[in-house]
Nanobody
Framework: VQLQASGGGLVQAGGSLRLSCPAS????????MAWFRQAAGKVREFVAG????????DYADSVEGRFTISRDNAKNTVYLQMNSLKPEDTAVYFC???????????????????WGQGTQVTVSS
């Protein structure tokens, strides 16, 4: 599967952005999906994940209540709605996929084999 993240940009603190990640392939619905981010000089970290069906989601504590991950299997796309953005949310955001139809959501980068290119999100204070 090939992933193509988009939707990043420059926004003021308190603003919103919606990231999208369309995927190629006909078996998108069999992939667990996640968003990660990497700030300058820091390691890549888990942001949010969703199971293959969309039935379960998981969030990092730092974004819980502000970000929402969702997927549309008919459109082969996963989304990340980001509200109440803070300067500390500034990072390159990556979507990731793993062929997995279980209900556990992995938070480690090593559990995802497929990655899109990043999209920059910058939040000004």
């Amino acid at each position: 599967v090939q992933l193509q993240a988009s939707g990043g940009g420059l926004v003021q603190a308190g603003g919103s952005l919606r990231l999208s990640c369309p995927a190629s392939g006909r078996t998108f619905s069999r992939y667990a999906m996640a968003w990660f981010r990497q700030a300058a000089g820091k390691v890549r970290e888990f942001v949010a994940g969703v199971t293959w069906s969309g039935g379960s989601t998981d969030y990092a504590d730092s974004v819980e209540g502000r970000f929402t991950i969702s997927r549309d299997n008919a459109k082969n796309t996963v989304y990340l709605q980001m509200n109440s953005l803070k300067p500390e949310d500034t990072a390159v955001y990556f979507c990731a996929a793993e062929y997995y139809s279980g209900n556990y959501i992995y938070r480690s980068t090593g559990n995802y084999h497929y990655w899109g290119q990043g999209t920059q999100v910058t939040v000004s204070s």
